[in-house]
């Protein structure tokens, strides 16, 4: 199981830390990610790390303002988000999956999902 956490309020120009604590040590060995999912809209890659976080992947729309990491001790993923701007405003959901399941950018490549938490920026 995934357990999400850090969401909140914050103004634009603002950071967040998000947080996913994964029971069971399988996860250390998955590869973890990010999605995000505003109202109306399709739940989109945000950011997904290697088993090793030896590899980092980031949308376009994140790339140079969020940093994904990884504590395997703690098995735990975190999201630094910084510079951050109303349009990043959704629910957040970590998520973790095998690495033969398939590339880091489509959500269908992961078998996890944790329960979501909210980030709202506001202008």
């Known amino acids: 199981q995934l357990q999400a956490s850090g969401g909140g309020l914050v103004q634009a120009g603002g950071s967040l830390r998000l947080s996913c604590v994964a029971s069971?040590?399988?996860?250390?060995?998955?590869?973890m990610g990010w999605f995000r999912q505003a109202p109306g809209k399709e739940r989109e890659f945000v950011s997904a790390?290697?088993?090793?976080?030896?590899?980092?992947y980031y949308a376009d729309s994140v790339k140079g303002r969020f940093t994904i990491s990884r504590d395997n001790a703690k098995i735990t993923v975190y999201l630094q988000m910084n510079s951050l701007k109303p349009e990043d405003t959704a629910v957040y959901y970590c998520?973790?999956?095998?690495?033969?399941?398939?590339?880091?950018?489509?959500?269908?490549?992961?078998?996890?999902w944790g329960q979501g938490t909210l980030v709202t920026v506001s202008s």
């Open positions: 998520a973790a999956g095998p690495l033969y399941l398939g590339n880091a950018y489509n959500k269908g490549n992961y078998r996890n």
């Open positions: 069971g040590r399988t996860f250390s060995t998955y590869r």
């Open positions: 790390i290697s088993w090793n976080g030896g590899t980092t």
